[in-house]
């Protein structure tokens, strides 16, 4: 693993962590993951070698990037799902501190509930068992690169250190993840034309101008032999 690109391995650790949130590509690690695509690559460059050198070119790059593609869809069905449950579960920690709970029992309780954050919080709070469970929260927290989960466990350590205002503090934030996830929703509805655009060059225009461009080369080429 020490010959991989350190920003691939790390791409490609938090695109798995977040498919298999969702029961997809289990088992498998960043290095396994990049030996998939890598032998994809392989398989590629031998099925489409014999055809001409730009079929061979077009077979690398399909091979290598589709276990890209299919990994990276089911991450981002993953982290839409854990971002879309993150404000409830923010209003319901506001609302459980404002009763008079602790912030470590209020913690509890959400771990408590069903869905994808919560099972988040239930895994993160049984590692750190014996631990000061707010700093690994907060580590743990900066790994899904999610800036609004660290930001609510920054706050809560914060807020458990003076325990002044908790609840409304934590109110706020809940406010501004509900007010930020629906802005984000409204720019992937704007967004999806263009997200289109990769995909048909890839899978039919590529292999349109491949199929054309790979015998007229090769006619060209035959005129200077």
Known sequence: SRYLPAALLARTRRQLYWAQRKGAWLGWDEVSFTGLRLAGATLGLLLMAPSSPAMAVAGVVLGGWLP???LAGRA?????????????????????VASGLSVAQALERIAAQPGLASGW???RLAQARGQRPLELLLRRAQETGIAELANLIAQLGELERTGTGVEVVLEGLATDMSTAYRAEVLRRAKAIGS???LPILVFY?????????APMAASILGLFQ
Not at 77 to 95: I, S
Not at 205 to 213: D, H, N, S
């Open 68 to 70: 890209g593609l299919l």
């Open 76 to 96: 981002r069905r993953g982290e839409r799902a854990f971002r879309r449950e993150l404000p409830h579960l923010a209003h319901l920690l506001a609302m459980l």
């Open 205 to 213: 225009l590529l292999p349109y101008l491949v199929a054309i461009g």
């Open 121 to 123: 919080f239930a895994e």
């Open 195 to 197: 997200q289109l655009i």
